[in-house]
């Protein structure tokens, strides 16, 4: 195909052709890009020229289109036509992406603490438009641009702390009145016995994770039952049906101990690993404003229900940290 550029002497005088020919009218042709009329007469005649064939028919009643002229503005209308309306379809996908924000969270974080607050994130980011991609199990990295996303890693001085990762033996109510709880080892000589006990456990860890609260070796042996799940979301909905007793990270439980859905399941203080959950971008550059907000109300949030699962005397009383300036530094990710 002939490129354009090698047959007229300028794409502006297809422009002006086109506007005088749908006006029937050189002078509101040269308003509308705001220029002179004798302006548009030379663009018109520059064209004709590279043509080679007269385009209007020009007299004292003004100017008419010849036919060399209609078969031109049928192709310039059309392909004009079709390239304003591709322009406005990427204006609007270019609205909705400043507006969407892709939020890569694990399944349990969504489903047992974010779902009931989204819609209070609704109301307080309505141009927002979030998307989910939600993790079933452990993540162990993030592939892919996405605006938020958690990962348990050890803390790092700018690094956004969602909360820290803190590990609290949980079930339903329920479950506590007819099992009883798990005694604190520091009480008990030997290992905690768990007859009648029913664990829930993610495939994703080692039993040995257990260890803490059970004793060393003893989620090998054969006592209680255990339950092996994928998706740790299925294992807190199981927890909080009374089915067993889960090991419960504090970023996804807060609300659910908050509320009373469920209950700490030992006598034992809960278990601080040092490493916390954090926040980021994997997008390039600065984290985008909306992003950055939205990531800021999840964490005030956080820290609520931390502060109040810590006066229930169920958590860890944990300073917030003062992350006003890595909230707003130049490069936040």
Known sequence: MTELAHLISSPKALLVFEAAARHGSFTRAARD??????????????????????LFLRGAGGARLTEAGQVLFLAASEGLNRIANAIAMLREQS?????????????????NWLVSRLAALSDSFPEAVLRFDLVPGTRKSVTGEVDLATLIAD?????????????IPVCSAAYLAKHG???????VAGEIRAEGHRFLHLSDHSRSIWDPVLGAGHSDGAEGMWHEFSDYAAIIQAASDGSGIALGWLNVVAGSLRSGRLVPAWQGRWIETGRAIQLFSTRPGPM?????????????????DIDAVAA??????VMQQA????????GIR
């Open 33 to 54: 890009f705001n220029i002179s009329q004798p302006s548009v007469s030379r663009n018109i005649a520059q064209l004709e020229q590279d043509i080679g064939q007269a």
């Open 95 to 111: 609205d909705t992406h400043d507006t969407e924000v892709v939020l890569s969270f694990s399944n349990a974080f969504v489903t």
């Open 181 to 187: 709880p798990l005694p604190d080892r520091e009480g």
């Open 312 to 317: 229930m005397g169920a958590g860890p009383r």
């Open 155 to 167: 803390p790092a001085p700018e690094a956004i702390v969602l909360a820290p990762e803190v590990i």
């Open 323 to 330: 992350q006003q300036i890595v909230w707003d530094g130049p």
């Open 288 to 304: 985008r404003p909306l992003a950055r907000d939205i990531g800021r109300w999840i964490c005030t949030q956080m820290a609520e």
